[in-house]
């Protein structure tokens, strides 16, 4: 019998979390996947709220002025208008198919308020964490407008807009997206697939991975390891790079996030998240001295 080397191992779901329903900044109501008793963390990605209502009263209330230091919030947008404006001077508004990727570094005061009164707001934001060295970085942001972010075609089907990391298309190009974090090397796909279709990709080894589908429903992993994953279901990847996902009868839309894992301690509190207690405590008093 002859022997060939292993392919690379396909990846499973090695868990799978249902969101959390929830409610944030002034009353906007969401669904928290990750930052919950079930999922409190996926190095490096703290938390993850899925939003999303044709309900005005769900979300008018929006994110009036709140902090952040020590990590990076991540704001996809797929319906609706945010304006975000920060105490730094800046402002932006944030339209369907956006991205804002800020780092908060050592501190920002920021609102994040609907720009509409009716109408559908859908979206997601990640947390994501950033290395000690990092933490008291100067605060910055990577904000790009949906033209802004490359959309790859790397099966038959298949369309994944690519908003951080690279995706090769189907004519062995690579699909790299605009957001560079070089602490985190973070993959960020929005993967539509037609009824019916599969596509395999290679994650970067050692990277911890998630996919949320948030339309119809995918399987992910392969052959008898395939599991399905419903709308509104989140799967964590494990054991393996290539990770191959395939629609059933209806299309699907899903998010693909990676990580490569700080492996360093997290002390979190609300909006700041440090190594140390002590860091954490820090973080309060320079907040109400007005260092931020
Ligand atoms: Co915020």
């Known amino acids: 019998m002859l022997h060939s080397a292993p392919p690379a191992s396909a990846a499973r779901v090695i868990r799978t979390v249902q969101g959390m329903p929830t409610s944030d900044g002034a009353g906007v109501k969401l669904r928290r ?21 044709d309900r005005a009263e769900d979300y008018i ?37 956006a991205v804002q ?9 920021h609102s994040e308020m609907p720009e509409q009164e009716e109408g559908r707001m859908r979206g997601f934001q990640l947390w994501v964490n950033l290395p000690a060295r990092l933490k008291m970085s100067e605060p910055g942001y990577q904000e790009f407008p949906p033209e802004r972010i490359p959309v790859a075609h790397p099966a038959d ?22 957001i560079v974090q070089p602490a985190t090397e973070p993959l960020y796909f929005d993967v539509g697939m037609a009824p019916g279709r599969t596509w395999s990709l290679s994650l970067p080894e050692g990277h911890n991975a998630f996919v949320f589908v948030f339309e119809g429903a995918l399987s992910v992993g392969e052959g ?20 191959i996902l395939a629609s059933g ?13 700080l492996r360093e301690p997290v002390a979190k509190y609300g909006p700041f998240v440090m190594n140390t207690k002590e860091e954490l405590m820090q973080a309060f008093v320079d907040y109400q001295e007005g260092r931020f």
Request: aromatic letters at 4%.
């Open 157 to 178: 089907g298949v369309s994944v807009k690519v908003i951080a990391g690279s995706v090769v298309d189907a004519d062995g190009s690579a699909v790299t997206g605009p």
């Open 61 to 97: 209330a929006g994110f009036p002025e709140h902090p952040h230091r020590g990590f990076e919030t991540v704001t996809y947008m797929l319906d609706g208008r945010m304006r975000h404006r920060d105490n730094h001077g800046n402002e932006g508004l944030l339209v369907p198919g």
């Open 224 to 243: 008898d390891d395939a599991r399905p994953l419903a709308t509104r279901t989140l799967g964590v990847l494990g054991g393996g790079e290539r990770v």
């Open 249 to 261: 009868d209806a299309a699907a839309r899903a998010i693909l996030v990676a990580g490569r894992p």
């Open 33 to 53: 996947v990750i930052g919950t008793p079930q999922l409190p963390d996926l190095d490096p990605f703290l938390m993850l709220d899925e939003f999303g209502t």
């Open 101 to 109: 990727w800020m780092t908060a570094g050592r501190g920002v005061v």
